[in-house]
């Protein structure tokens, strides 16, 4: 069956070819045949597979996705909107800021160092191919239970392959998140975003254009990587069988990668190039038909002149070839030989594959012969467009009607006490620095906050200090109770953490991960978080840049949470006055700003204590939470506040924990009259946020929020004169005081995952 | 030696340096004025200094160092070193200087085989070498820390002779965090211009982005001891 | 007391990039003829008393699913009495 | 074509904590009786055409200062004609 050319296709239409085992459908098989006229060469097979897969063409999604296209609000901030490797927004001063977030789920469960590393890789190409320097990466991601055996098998691993690659980079991390469900027992979420920044006038786009222009591929050279892995993995559950594959695994090379981001941006920058595209998934697939189909609208590629690692891979193969670090140029081919030059440079291997035609057709050729000749639209743009069948699980009412009231709760101080010596040791609540540890975050001497803050801060303009601000949020417990709100949720704590830092909130990146799409009740869900989200970012003016879904991600009939993970990225003129965490100055004013209700729902006391999930998620009203994010921005840029700290997981008690391991200083607090100990302790109400306030800026601060009908509450003062050690003491628990000391909280805190995970430094 | 007010230090970029326009901040806030080395270029373009700085240098594959010992410019550097020019290696720096043999011993996997990034105590030994002329004997100082590779080794009799004769330049303090020997954070060699140091005092420079000051007294003892000098 | 070799190397059609890297530094530094070269890892394990058949039988066990990955990697084992 | 065979071992008297780290997982997955485990680097590589004595001596020049650090490493060589 090898060397299936174009012509052999004509005139053998009655040829069998292996279409299913591809991914490809009956019917989408055929609609192949009518676009071509004929059967499809195994090359062109081959490309329409991969590239009309789940993962390539969201054939499932596209309907839903449509919405964030419609919806979108009129920002002046989008340079560049989704449809591109990623969506550009304006920053100020001339500065344009690229983020974008992808999943890696599958590929890090099989394999998880390498899985997560070519994570980080692939998303860093996708930022540099819109011409920006990437500046800082994050990792959202979601294991099974912590003592999980087979958390203990991916979880070190994927630690590993994130930061091994991403300091080899020199990127630094910046957060991320590391949440623990038995439901990701077998479906991992590795979740990867990068951030990039760029002068306006060096945007790139992946298009084609210019008659004549030479077609360039450089970087690594190519093998047996990946594939088929994107059709076959993603399109497919985790069975294996079918025909005998390539390795499916992907090794990253960050070295690699390094220079060809020095090389890239020194070609781009020099002004040589036209159009440039990384290669991901699909390959040479995708870079040229996509390319081709944004541009001039035709290419012709000598595909034998790929450079090798493989000798023994068929066309077909090197065209769906996944192998990582590799970029794809247009460039006219005056430039052709300074382009060169600066690739020697950096010693990275560069060939001339093809030229910019105006036939309409991608055409490739194989030594001679035509094995592929195609209109790049239809391979690129015209896959499949599913309407899945969806409705609401039949299991919805009663999960929400399942309201965790009648759950057993502390009564007393002692009891209290207990629950939050227990609470604070929980894995999602206890200290991620075993994680963070193995993460450089120093590198390129611009971050101003990261891990363990609210949101990761980098400075953008040495000069002006202008900066931005990302933080990746969902509570998936919270999206399974109700996926619509719980978008809407996710949306609000990634705007609300970006806020509480001084930054305002500008755009949104999403990676919606769930589980099977051929699952109608799977489908429910993932329409409704789309539809949550789009509708809350039209409502608080956040355009959707891009994003990714990962689908598939079950074990038999068990679906993960719905994870709709959303990326918010702010702006700051200044990141001198950035909003940290830790309070410092004896006196200062603890207030809580926003309203508690009896929210435990979905918290993570239902879940850490009882195993609850159940009920009705807090309720969400987007402008409340714009008002706070405006108390907040306001506050820092006026210097009202000297600390500053979201409420989400684990409620105002955890949050004030943190607050105070952090600044290593006690605090005398008080529960608020109208309030019970419990729920002011551990209620998971949105849009909230604790802020320390000096003195001397009370009376103005407070006429701030009220001014904005906005509740504030003094529950505390910053004191590290209570006892011989550093306390947290409340008053006014029934009556009580209930006294917690700094080092027992710490213990805490800082040893459960070292105790599950092994220790490392400190 | 041109003039020392804007003495001109020169921060050298292999294939895979991370920290070296760190490096180069650091030189400008201390007050000097930085040059790009290239690892390519048998040259050090008359600098008076030289910074090896962090990073991967070529993946660290092999052994960290064990490839960027050999670029061209390492040529001229061993013997300019050997001819009394100050070198400061960082973290990936010093491995190379170990492996080029200007320093003694070598770096190897911490010993708990985790990468580790944290802010480290450090005490500060030795005021007399080129890079710590600024600090005084016993300071204690905070700076990031950040590798993979960062146990320092060497036999006895080196480590020995490293502390008789005062070459270690500081020591780890609180939490030994990769296993070196004797919590040596770094050494000098023996005539005092060529430092390494495992921690990253580069990123200890401004309070903005990095947790303390505390690193800047390096970047400004190369440039008090050049002025000495030349006195 | 008996001493086992493991020797794991990455699956030929693995991308090695240390292997790679090495070779070019070894073409660099005047060795002309290199047509590969790839990085693998050894270990040198030593055991008290007799190597038994299940002693061995595990041994292959752990050199093919913790010395090595069998996803990316391939071991060979060997038995060098001392 | 040639195979050489470098192997590249940490010198006895230097603390190899990949080793022990090896050494701890035996134990704890089964194996009783490991008393030690050294952990080392192998490479494998292939010269093109026949293996004349220069080559042989670059390669063991290159074993000894490239391939490994004489401070801390010893080095084997062997050719596996291939
Ligand atoms: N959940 C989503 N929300 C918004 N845009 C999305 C989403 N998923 C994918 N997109 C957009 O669709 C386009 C194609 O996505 P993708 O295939 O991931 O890009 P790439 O080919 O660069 O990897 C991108 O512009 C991406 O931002
Ligand atoms: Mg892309």
Redesign the interface.
Known sequence: MSMDTVKNASETPEVKQPYLDLGVKDDEYARIREILGRRPTNSELAMYSVMWSEHCSYKSSKVHLKQFGEKKPKSDAMLVGIGENAGVVDIGDGWAVTFKVESHNHPSF??PY?GAATGVGGIVRDILSMGARPVAVMDPLRFGPADAKDTARVLPGII?GV??YG????LPNIGGEVVFDPTYLGNPLVNALCVGTMRHEDIHLAKASGLGNRVILFG?AT???GIGGVSVLASETFEDGGPAK??S???G????E??LIECTLEVLHAGLVEGIQDLGGAGISCATSELASNGTGGMHVWLDRVPL??HTLSPEEILMSE??ERMCAIVPPQNVEKFMEICQK??VVATDIGEVTDTGRLVIEWHGEIIVDVPPRTVAHDGPVYERPYHRPVWQDALQADSPSKLARPKTVSELRETILKMTAAPNLASKRWV?????????????LSQPEDSGMV?VDETTGRGVAVSTDCNGRFAKLDPYNGAKLALAEAYRNVSVSGAVPLAVTNCLNFGSPEDPEVMWQFSEAVRGLADGCLEMNTPVTGGNVSFYNQTGDVAILPTPVVGVLGVIDD??RRTAMAWREDGDLIYLLGDTDDDLAGSEWAHEIHGHLGGLPPKIDLQKEMQLSQILVAASRDGLINAAHDVSEGGVMQTLIEMAIRSGIGARLWVPDNLDPFVFAYSESATRAVVVVPRSEETRFIEMCNARGFTNTRIGVVDSKLADEQVLSIDNVWHETLVLTLSELSKKHFETLPAIFG???? | MSEISGARIGVVTFPGSLDDRDAARAVQIAGGTSVELWHGDANLHDVDAVILPGGFSYGDYLRCGAIARFAPVMEKLVVAANGGLPVFGICNGFQILCESHLLPGALIRNDHQHFVCRDQKLRIENNTSMWTKDFSVGQEIVVPLKNGEGGYIADEKTLDALEAEGRVIARYLDVNPNGSRRDIAGISNERGNVVGLMPHPEHAVDALTGPTTDGLPFFTSVLSSLLAGVK | MARVVVDVRLKSEILDPQGRAVQGSLVRLGLGKVSNVRQGKQFVIDIDGELNDETLKKLHELAGNLLSNPVIEDYELRVENA
Do not use: H, I
């Not at chain 1, 300091?167 to 020199?170: A, H, R, S």
């Not at chain 1, 963070?436 to 101003?448: E, K, S």
């Open positions: 099989v394999e390498q590993a930061g091994g300091n080899c980079l020199g690594a093998g047996g990587d390539r390795p695994v992907q090794v090379d960050p070295f690699m390094k220079l690692r493989d192998s990582q950096w010693d963070t540890d193995q993460y450089d975050r120093y590198v390129l001497g611009n971050t101003v400075r990141v001198e220790p490392t430094v400190g």
